[in-house]
């Protein structure tokens, strides 16, 4: 099973650069450039933490189909807060104040998902399509519809900022990316997360905590999509309810093609990335040839729907593979 895992990455390596290079000869005076490699490395890390949610809600066998409305609801209270500030005095506990009530927000909705999930018993799916309407609507009730813009000069760092020659976004990305590679793969929690995934009766079994392990785990992907507020909120300098609202889609797809498991068990970081990256070529291509937003929504469905097929006879054909090496191995016995 490793085995192929590996193989599934490498294949996706190619595939990345193959389409970086298609793109390239394509279009070698508009992609090749600076100043578009600077907006793609400025847009990876808002859908990119949502991806990293979605991956780790999958990984347990779930969904979690509110991240991008919990990414509007802490943009909206922390604008908010970020609004009142007068002017004078220090603007950094302003700053400060705005993302603590972003994290522990986010904190606190992905707890009721986690709730619902493991206590209540209400399917992950229906779970958070409720509470995808519940914070969108929230949102939408305390705006009344209307959008937050200017906010202090030093909080649009955050978003637009640089450290050497790599943009602030771009670095709280790869600092998220590397926590979660060592919650999942050094950490109880992490191996916790991928039993519940693969037989949630068998974890169960084996002493743990399953309804523990889905309250940690949706909290972490509401935190996901707290810090994705704060970078989206000081990238655009405003926030509207609805926006965003093609994440959701992208978050699944770069989930699925970076190689985890729908039905739970598996998911890797690095695939993870991989699929970003194409994605992100694919979405920069599309917006240097003019592709209206409703055909970029239909190439994201469809490539959804071929991903999962592919997946499913891949897992389809190993599994297979493994029932006969097994019976050959019980026939060499006798």
Same mark, same amino acid.
């Given at each position: %099973? +490793?085995?192929?895992?590996?193989?599934?990455?490498?294949?996706?390596?190619? &595939?990345?650069? *193959?389409?970086?290079?298609?793109?390239?000869?394509?279009?070698?005076?508009?992609? +090749?450039?600076?100043?578009?490699?600077?907006?793609?490395?400025?847009?990876?890390?808002?859908?990119?933490?949502?991806?990293?949610?979605?991956?780790?809600?999958?990984?347990?066998?779930? &969904?979690?189909?509110?991240?991008?409305? /919990?990414?509007?609801?802490?943009?909206?209270?922390?604008?908010?807060?970020?609004?009142?500030?007068?002017?004078?005095?220090?603007?950094?506990?302003?700053?400060?104040?705005?993302?603590?009530?972003?994290?522990?927000?986010?904190?606190?909705?992905?707890? /009721?998902?986690?709730?619902?999930?493991?206590?209540?018993?209400?399917?992950?799916?229906?779970?958070?399509?409720?509470?995808?309407?519940?914070? *969108?609507?929230?949102?939408?009730?305390?705006?009344?519809?209307?959008?937050?813009? @200017?906010?202090?000069?030093?909080?649009?760092?955050?978003?637009?900022?640089?450290?050497?020659?790599?943009?602030?976004? +771009?670095?709280?990305?790869?600092?998220? @990316?590397?926590?979660?590679?060592?919650?999942?793969?050094?950490?109880?929690?992490?191996?916790?997360?991928?039993?519940?995934?693969?037989?949630?009766?068998?974890?169960?079994?084996?002493?743990?905590?399953?309804?523990?392990?889905?309250?940690?785990?949706?909290?972490?992907?509401?935190? +996901?999509?707290?810090?994705?507020?704060?970078?989206?909120?000081?990238?655009?300098?405003?926030?509207?309810?609805?926006?965003?609202?093609?994440?959701?889609?992208?978050? &699944?797809?770069?989930?699925?093609?970076?190689?985890?498991?729908?039905?739970?068990?598996?998911?890797?970081?690095?695939? *993870?990335?991989?699929?970003? /990256?194409?994605?992100?070529?694919?979405?920069?291509?599309?917006?240097?040839?003019?592709?209206?937003?409703?055909?970029?929504?239909?190439?994201?469905?469809?490539?959804?729907?071929?991903? %999962?097929?592919?997946?499913?006879?891949?897992?389809?054909?190993?599994?297979?593979?493994?029932?006969?090496?097994?019976?050959?191995?019980?026939?060499?016995?006798?």
């Amino acid at each position: %099973m +490793l085995a192929g895992k590996r193989m599934n990455l490498i294949a996706l390596a190619i &595939i990345m650069f *193959l389409v970086i290079a298609a793109i390239s000869i394509s279009l070698p005076s508009k992609f +090749l450039t600076l100043i578009n490699f600077q907006s793609m490395t400025s847009q990876i890390p808002e859908f990119g933490l949502l991806s990293i949610a979605m991956m780790i809600a999958l990984i347990t066998g779930g &969904i979690d189909l509110s991240v991008v409305s /919990i990414t509007n609801l802490t943009g909206v209270v922390s604008a908010l807060i970020l609004k009142t500030y007068p002017g004078e005095g220090s603007v950094f506990s302003v700053i400060f104040f705005a993302i603590l009530v972003a994290l522990v927000l986010s904190a606190f909705c992905g707890l /009721i998902n986690g709730f619902l999930i493991a206590h209540v018993g209400v399917p992950a799916i229906l779970a958070t399509l409720g509470t995808m309407g519940l914070y *969108l609507g929230t949102a939408i009730i305390i705006t009344e519809g209307h959008g937050i813009h @200017t906010f202090p000069e030093k909080f649009l760092f955050i978003g637009s900022g640089t450290i050497g020659i790599l943009p602030m976004p +771009l670095i709280i990305f790869i600092g998220a @990316t590397i926590i979660i590679a060592i919650i999942l793969r050094k950490t109880p929690l992490g191996m916790s997360m991928f039993m519940v995934g693969s037989n949630p009766i068998a974890s169960r079994f084996s002493g743990i905590n399953n309804s523990s392990v889905l309250m940690q785990t949706y909290i972490i992907t509401g935190l +996901l999509a707290g810090v994705s507020s704060i970078i989206m909120i000081s990238r655009v300098n405003s926030i509207r309810p609805g926006y965003g609202y093609a994440y959701l889609l992208q978050a &699944i797809l770069v989930a699925v093609l970076g190689g985890t498991d729908v039905s739970g068990g598996y998911g890797s970081i690095l695939g *993870l990335v991989l699929g970003l /990256i194409i994605l992100q070529s694919l979405q920069s291509g599309f917006n240097i040839l003019n592709f209206s937003p409703f055909f970029r929504k239909f190439i994201w469905g469809l490539m959804l729907l071929i991903v %999962m097929v592919i997946n499913y006879y891949i897992n389809r054909y190993q599994s297979s593979a493994r029932k006969s090496r097994k019976k050959v191995h019980i026939l060499s016995e006798e």
